[in-house]
């Protein structure tokens, strides 16, 4: 079976620059979420969609960041413009509805570099 | 607010050797558990989970878990470790009625040979 799908693993970037990151969560999966881990906060949620819709985005920093989802293959993380303390790994992760939706799978990641 | 508390950040073991990593967490009813694995440069695997039922649970990789409610604990457990169990492990909940993952700071784990 194919898991969460994450693009590019990896991205390196000059300050200043738009940042796009990818996300196909698993078929069939009606939550997706996006989450940013970095040493001195750890794992932090930054968005979650439930059925393509955004239903809540207290984690997203600020207005640099913003998130889309727009079918149920398919979700981006845009950074813009993005700045060095936005290095992180970032993780999107998708959960089925139902009694079994508690239950996340994670996907590989973007290793995020912002020079 | 509801919280996930790992207390050791860093614990050494030896292959062989028997393993515990705590978990504590922070909230007024029982939460959905959920234990995590990330090797080097890898995503999060999930290990077990925890919603309802015995207290024990078992997970991938010969590794177990038992939720205790009077000590707000949920720790993990593996009789015997090998190298390749070296990787970060992380806790987290679920609230009920909610979808948001709370985790834990993390514990790294290294095997000694």
């Known amino acids: 079976d194919a898991g969460v799908i994450q693009s590019p693993r990896h991205e390196v970037t000059e300050m200043g620059q738009e940042v796009t990151l990818r996300c196909k969560p698993i078929?069939?999966?009606?939550?997706l979420f996006w989450y940013r881990q970095t040493m001195m906060r750890g794992l932090e949620l930054l968005i979650y969609?439930?059925?393509?819709?955004?239903?809540?985005d207290s984690g997203m920093p600020e207005d640099r960041f913003s998130a889309k989802m727009p079918n149920a293959s398919f979700s981006t993380l845009k950074i813009q413009p993005s700045e060095p303390r936005d290095s992180a790994v970032y993780f999107c992760?998708?959960?089925?509805?139902?009694?079994?939706?508690?239950?996340?799978?994670f996907g590989p990641g973007t290793r995020l570099t912002v020079l | 607010a509801q919280s996930v508390t790992q207390p050791d950040i860093h614990i050494t073991v030896s292959e062989g050797a028997s393993l515990e990593l705590r978990c504590n967490y922070s909230?007024?009813?029982?939460?959905?558990l959920f234990w995590y694995v990330q090797s080097p440069g890898q995503g999060l695997q999930l290990l077990l989970k925890?919603?309802?039922?015995?207290?024990l649970v078992q997970g991938i990789k010969g590794f177990e878990a038992e939720f205790k409610r009077s000590q707000s604990s949920f720790n993990l457990r593996k009789p015997s470790v090998h190298w390749s169990d070296a990787a970060e492990y992380f806790c987290?909940?679920?609230?009920?009625?909610?979808?948001?993952?709370?985790f834990g700071q993390g514990t790294r784990l290294t095997i000694n040979p």
């Open positions: 987290a909940i679920i609230i009920q009625g909610a979808q948001k993952l709370v």
């Open positions: 078929s069939g999966h009606d939550y």
């Open positions: 969609f439930n059925n393509n819709v955004p239903i809540d």
């Open positions: 925890y919603f309802s039922g015995d207290t």
């Open positions: 992760a998708s959960s089925p509805s139902g009694g079994a939706g508690w239950t996340q799978y």
């Open positions: 909230y007024g009813a029982t939460p959905y």
